[in-house]
Structure formats: C-alpha cells, structure tokens
C-alpha cells in the first residue's frame, strides 16, 4: 500500500512502506559505555485538561515505556527535558513520575538517573537563596527515591545569577551536601532559550572555564557531566579537560555515533533524547561496540543521524512531538496526544519525514501498525489517496 505523504512545499509524494522491522531483541548489559534514554511520558487522552493545566499522565503506559528502555539494557534518564519537563510537566508532575519510576526500576532492576531542577520557583525573579532552596528540595526527592541526581540547568538562576561567582556559589552548596556524586547538566539555548549565558556568560570559552571549576572544586561529587550544546569538537576539548574519574555523557544528538565511539584519547557516555525512539537500535550498536567492533558500531548508529537530526531541528525544544508520535507509531502508546498539547509543536511534513525516515530504519515493531496509524493522521489533516 502507497502512503501519500505532504513535503515541506505542499505537494504529496508517494512512499512505499516497508514490510519487515529489524530484528532485535533484549540482551545483556553493556560493558564498555554507560547509556541512558532520557523518556518522555504518556499523556492520559481522555483528561480534560488544557494546555496550561497540571499534566494528566497515563502512568501505566508511561511506566510500560521504562521497563522496554529497560529490557534492552539501556538506563531511564527520568523527569528531564523530554519528559517535557517546564514544557507541559510541572514539578508535581515530575516528583511523581520521579517517585513512581524510582520504585520501577528497583523491582526491573534497572538503572536510573532523575532531574533536579527549579521548576517549582513562580515565575517573578527569584533570590538565590529560593533558587538554592528549591534546588534542595527537588534534590532531596531524587535521593529518597534512591535514584542518581541530574543536577539541571536552572532558568531561575539563570535569571537572578550575576557573573560567574553566584554559579560557584550554588553548585558548590548543592554538591557538598550531595549524598552522592551527582551527573551535572549543561543544556544549550538551542533547547532552551531561557539558558542563554549559563555559567555567567554567553562566551562559551569563559562558560566552560566556570563549569570546570565548579567540578574541580568538588569531583569526588561528580559522577559525570551531560552536554547539550549540539558541537562535537566543543565536547571534545571539554571531555579532555575533565579530572579523572568524571564522565562525559554525550547529549549531542547531532554527533552522537562519532563521540560515542571516542578516539585515541577518550570517549563520551551517552544520556540522550534520541535513544527514546531508537532505544533497542541503539542498544544492539552499543553491544557491538563491547566487542571492540567501532566499524560495526558505526554502521548500526551512523544511518540514524538523520532522522536524529530532523526531529531535533530548529526549534529544538520541540523535538519532543516526534519522539511521542514515533512512540505511538511503535505501538508503545495507544494514541498521539501530549501533556501541554504539544502535538500540535510540529507541522504535518516534518512529522510525515519523521515516519518516513523511522519506517526505512526499521525501527517499527509492526511496520503495518505504522503504516495505519500513520495514514490515520494524514486522514485527520484532510490528505486523502
């Protein structure tokens, strides 16, 4: 059956979806890098909510989505970004979701890291004092839940920081009462506009400098750094200059395959957004890569990059709708509807080159599922054979 799929200039082409998915199963953990899936949640469809009322969360789909991350041994990266943390999912929402996949993954026996943030600040200025508090208490959730900490940029200290200094001065109060060594979040302006001159300057080369004092004062409290800022060569240089012992967990969702795999001088770890719809892909390349296999690595993730790259356009922060329409196309949820209503962030081409580019990936359980759910939605915008 041909789909008639809307391109970016209005005119319907013709698309032949495959027939077959790739064939891959759960398997053992990995050995050579540790990997994380930030996850989005599933919103509940039959809530009457709008878009600027608490998120309704289907919780049993949404944990459903864990255990598959799971099984495929990849760790839940929970309560960050693509669970559409400040884009739909308040800080009630995600100290729930926090607590409930918390208590999943000890009886699946899987690993978890969760965000911590400021999100439960007003939106008038905030002191640092408030924005210290609010840290505290969000981080004081994640580790009753005995889950790692994501230390999160902040858009409330980003508001209320003066230079450098005030940065120091509050990720070093927050790291001197860690219980244990946190993962610290560096998130570009790409994802969030609101973070435009984190670490006191929008000098990247100044901000980097600030960022690696603050784990120099503290890194027997870091257990790594996740970078978001979209620039292979920048996470290099700042990978190089970590102490030893500090991870890097790649966030590049442009660059991952090749800052996964490293060089003669290192290699990055991984907590990404993209590892949502690509997770048992993704898994079976990492596997390869324990053997030692970089080539056979580089040719399971390398094709990936575009649709990566595609769902991750500009403007970046609504990446997250084509994460949740691919997991309904996958059959990991039993609609396309988003807390905040965000599927309405995407047009119809872009989400139509998302299908397209996911379905020749193979990435489909049921490619024939896809198919009609995916000519559902092309019948609901009025396309039509």
């Not at 918390?102 to 699946?108: K, Q, S, T």
């Not at 970089?294 to 609504?318: I, K, Y």
């Not at 998302?354 to 580019?357: D, G, I, N, R, V």
């Given at each position: 059956m041909t789909l008639h799929l809307p391109d970016a200039h209005g005119a319907l082409r013709a698309y032949?979806?495959?027939t077959e998915p790739l064939a891959l199963t759960p398997g053992t953990p990995f050995t050579s890098r540790t990997v994380f899936s930030a996850a989005h949640v599933v919103a509940d469809p039959y809530a009457d909510t709008t878009p600027d009322s608490p998120a309704a969360v289907d919780w049993d789909a949404t944990l459903a989505f864990r255990r598959h991350l799971?099984?495929?041994?990849?760790?839940?990266?929970?309560?960050?970004d693509t669970a559409?943390?400040?884009?739909?999912?308040?800080?009630?929402?995600?100290?729930?979701?926090?607590?409930?996949?918390?208590?999943?993954?000890?009886?699946?026996g899987g690993r978890i890291a969760c965000g911590v943030g400021t999100d439960q600040l007003p939106g008038a200025p905030a002191t640092l004092?408030?924005?210290?508090?609010?840290?505290?208490?969000?981080?004081?959730?994640?580790?009753?839940?005995?889950?790692r900490a994501i230390l999160m940029a902040s858009r409330a200290l980003a508001a209320t920081a003066r230079g450098p200094e005030d940065y120091l001065e509050v990720y070093g109060h927050l790291l001197r009462q860690a219980a244990e060594p946190v993962i610290l979040h560096?998130?570009?302006?790409?994802?969030?506009?609101?973070?435009?001159?984190?670490?006191?300057?929008?000098?990247?080369?100044?901000?980097?400098?600030?960022?690696?004092?603050?784990?120099?004062?503290h890194p027997d409290k870091v257990d790594g750094i996740?970078?978001?800022?979209?620039?292979?060569?920048?996470?290099?240089?700042?990978?190089?200059?970590?102490?030893?012992?500090?991870?890097?967990?790649?966030?590049d969702d442009f660059n991952y395959p090749e800052l996964i795999a490293g060089d003669d001088q290192g290699f990055s770890h991984a907590l990404l957004g993209i590892f949502d719809p690509l997770g048992p892909?993704?898994?079976?390349?990492?596997?390869?890569?324990?053997?030692?296999?970089?080539?056979?690595?580089?040719?399971?993730?390398?094709?990936?990059?575009?649709?990566?790259?595609?769902?991750?356009?500009?403007?970046?922060?609504?990446?997250?709708?084509?994460?949740?329409?691919?997991?309904?196309?996958?059959?990991?949820?039993?609609h396309f509807a988003m807390v905040g209503g965000l599927q309405s962030a995407r047009s119809l081409p872009h989400l139509a080159r998302?299908?397209?580019?996911a379905d020749r990936l193979g990435l489909f359980p049921d490619p024939k599922l896809a198919e009609d759910r995916m000519r559902t939605l092309l019948h609901l915008y009025g396309v039509t054979p």
């Open positions: 032949e979806p495959r799971w099984a495929h041994g990849l760790g839940v990266a929970e309560a960050m559409q943390r400040g884009m739909g999912l308040d800080w009630a929402g995600a100290a729930e979701l926090i607590r409930r996949s918390a208590a999943e993954a000890r009886a699946a004092a408030e924005v210290r508090t609010a840290y505290e208490e969000q981080l004081a959730v994640v580790e009753e839940s005995g889950a560096w998130l570009g302006p790409m994802f969030d506009p609101a973070l435009e001159g984190y670490w006191g300057s929008s000098d990247l080369d100044a901000a980097t400098d600030t960022f690696l004092d603050v784990i120099a004062a996740k970078v978001s800022l979209l620039d292979a060569r920048r996470e290099i240089d700042l990978r190089r200059r970590l102490p030893k012992g500090v991870r890097c967990y790649t966030g892909l993704a898994a079976e390349a990492v596997r390869v890569l324990d053997t030692g296999d970089t080539d056979g690595f580089r040719a399971l993730l390398d094709p990936t990059v575009e649709l990566s790259r595609h769902l991750f356009q500009a403007p970046t922060r609504f990446y997250k709708t084509g994460v949740v329409l691919l997991a309904w196309l996958a059959g990991h949820q039993s998302a299908y397209e580019l």
